[in-house]
């Protein structure tokens, strides 16, 4: 069977299968032509079963582009995080900390006790982790550890909250 065959007789079933887990018609077409190349691009002669095997390669490729997405957030938020821009007005800088701050504190409530705490000290007090270390007596390691516990459970709880938000303080 020849590639442009395969791509006839899978194309809509990879789209469909891909728009279903995807649910966005623009990224069903961008995995969908994804599947189809490494399809192209693979040695078939060991496959025994063909339409099963591209809806596992359309799988992989929905699921990566779904943690690729989770964690680039992620990546995103710890990124904003830990820059400090120097704004050219201290006012707006000021105005904009603290609203971000009135609206996470309804998260923050929502943490475990542990990690609140680290939490609370690194983004309301604007401590470093090795002060958050020396007023917690632990070790730093573990300041981190809670930091980004902290973050993937307020990712988790409040994921529109916070991309709307972007956050805007340091990490470390």
Do not use: H
């Amino acid at each position: 069977m020849s590639d442009r065959e395969i791509f006839e007789l899978y194309k809509e079933q990879v789209y469909y299968f891909c728009y279903y887990l995807m649910k966005n018609q623009a990224d069903a077409e961008d995995i969908s032509q994804e599947v189809f190349v490494k399809v192209i691009l693979a040695d078939k002669s060991k496959v025994r079963n063909l339409k099963a095997w591209i809806l596992r390669i359309a799988s992989n490729e929905c699921n990566s582009v779904i943690k690729r997405r989770k964690t680039g957030w992620m990546k995103e938020v710890r990124n904003y995080l830990l820059s400090r821009s120097e704004e050219s007005n201290p006012v707006e800088k000021r105005l904009d900390r603290q609203e971000t701050k009135k609206e996470l504190q309804g998260l923050y409530r929502q943490l475990p006790d542990k990690i609140r705490m680290v939490v609370v000290l690194r983004f309301i007090n604007e401590l470093t982790v090795p002060e958050i270390s020396k007023v917690m007596s632990i070790p730093e390691g573990t300041v981190k550890s809670r930091l980004n516990k902290g973050l993937e459970i307020l990712n988790r709880m409040g994921g529109t909250q916070l991309k709307e938000l972007n956050s805007n303080e340091s990490v470390y």
